[in-house]
């Protein structure tokens, strides 16, 4: 079977070539570009690497960005008050909290304390508890309200590549706040059937085999094995980790998967790029909403 | 196949009976009840009978209860400014308010309105929410956060019967913010395997024969055949329905399906009584809360 490689670097080119245009006219037309503050603790490598793609990215489309490094010893009240310095802060409409957070620092109650009106990533709960609002995904999209990126950026990844959700069966394979838990919650708005798997699953490989489309979300390099997924399927790979003979790989086999898939998203240039393009959306819909 | 008929009314009072000693408790402390407002719009006569039997509950386990009974004709803004009224009211630990509304209300900004604090239905986007966070059942529980009343039902009657959840496969039929998608969210922490099936669902009946854990919350009467029950299931029927010969029936066809299940839940007796009872432990969880 020839599958298709979904190139999550030439879609998310082109999601960022649509908010470069929006991000103009919004400029022109207040005044200010949108602004992002991003907010780096510690020295995690692949954290630096994350915001720094992001930090470019904003650039890249004429998002301002407002960067706050801070080392590992930083307390939970430094946190916090940064956090609620930039929820007053005019010029900044999004703020993003890179995570993991170094040990000792508790991440929910920072999260908590973004306005849910500038939580770039979609990951304040009054944000993440709207997703259980929405019938469809027509009201979920046109609420404004920030979408958790990850799972957006799969979805936006299946409605470009024109991959029909409504009725098939969706198995999400982790079940994590950041990434399982809202995938699912988009998924059902898009009329998917959804199962969402994990660790405690009984016979994982055969619940796997059961999905129309598989999206895996567990932080596991390779788990994902042919025999996990049915002839024709669509596979989705979130994971970004370590390889065992360096560089890095998603949480899916693709050399062997793609094999039996209909399309499936490479790691790295699949969804990454996506996400990185779903913040930016994020950024400008929540200054549309504070300059409204 | 010989079933249990889970009894929902028994459990209920066993639960009630830990709730009125523990309600006593809590008055002797504070020197007050913990108490319950119950908003109630228009003439729907189910909903004047719900409402009159969770009063009727408070007052069994020494929970006071405030009653408020409004025209269909009361306006958005009236209803919106007795609850923020409520949320000052310092007796008031809890409110309600009965859905569904009379056409020409919406639900979700007067639910948003309810000071999370106070959430006896755990509806508030904060509360649905928060169900993303907990890793296991025991963080969730032990949040005090209130949690929706009807899947927390679910959750406490398997619980209470020895019904194991890790692991096994469990299918939700039905979407809604109400049940369907928290009752997942609880599934979930208690380490099932969840599927959320629904009305765009292809080959429906199949979807419902891979559940070892089968919960109907779609509100069609009689809807789930025996064709759609795995033999040896447990079905839960959170369904209440006017049946078509008169009286009430649930999502479930109880006479012909119990012959298939390992355990089944009866309407009415069954998830009914167990969501009332979740509601007078939101109460007193969140009375405790308040006086912290």
């Known amino acids: 079977m020839t599958t298709r490689i979904l190139d999550g670097r030439l879609l998310s080119a082109e999601i960022r070539a649509e908010i470069r245009k929006d991000v103009e006219q919004f400029t022109k037309n207040t005044g200010y570009p949108p602004g992002l503050a991003t907010l780096l603790v510690g020295d995690n490598p692949a954290s630096h690497t994350y915001v720094a793609n992001k930090i470019k990215s904003c650039k890249d489309v004429g998002v301002a960005s407002f960067h706050y490094p801070l080392p590992a010893s930083a307390s939970q009240s ?50 993440l508890g709207s997703l259980f609002e929405y019938k469809n995904w027509r009201e979920m999209i046109e609420s404004g309200q920030p979408l958790s990126c990850t799972p957006h950026g799969v979805i936006q990844m299946l409605r470009r590549s024109n991959i029909q959700m409504a009725g098939r069966h969706a198995v999400v394979l982790g079940r994590s706040k950041l990434v399982g838990k809202p995938m699912a919650m988009m998924l ?43 002839e024709g399927a669509v596979v989705v790979d979130v994971g970004m980790n370590r390889a065992p003979e360096g560089g890095l790989c998603g949480d899916v086999d693709f050399e062997a998967v793609k094999l039996k898939t209909s399309a499936i998203t490479p790691v790295p240039g699949g969804i990454g790029p996506m996400t990185v393009a779903m913040l930016l959306h994020n950024t400008l819909q929540l200054a549309k909403k504070q300059a409204a």
Request: glycine share 4%; proline share 10%; net charge negative.
């Open 188 to 230: 059902l708005a898009l009329d998917a059937t959804v199962t969402i798997c994990h660790s405690r699953t009984q016979d994982l490989p055969a619940a796997c085999r059961e999905a129309d489309i598989l999206v895996a979300a567990i932080g596991q390099p390779r788990f994902v094995k042919p025999s996990m997924v049915k």
């Open 78 to 127: 430094t946190l916090k008050e940064l956090i609620e310095r930039l929820n007053r802060d005019p010029n900044v409409h999004a703020i993003l909290l890179q995570l993991p957070l170094p040990g000792g620092l508790d991440s929910t109650p920072l999260l908590n304390a973004i306005d849910p009106w500038k939580d770039a990533d979609g990951l304040h709960p009054v944000n």
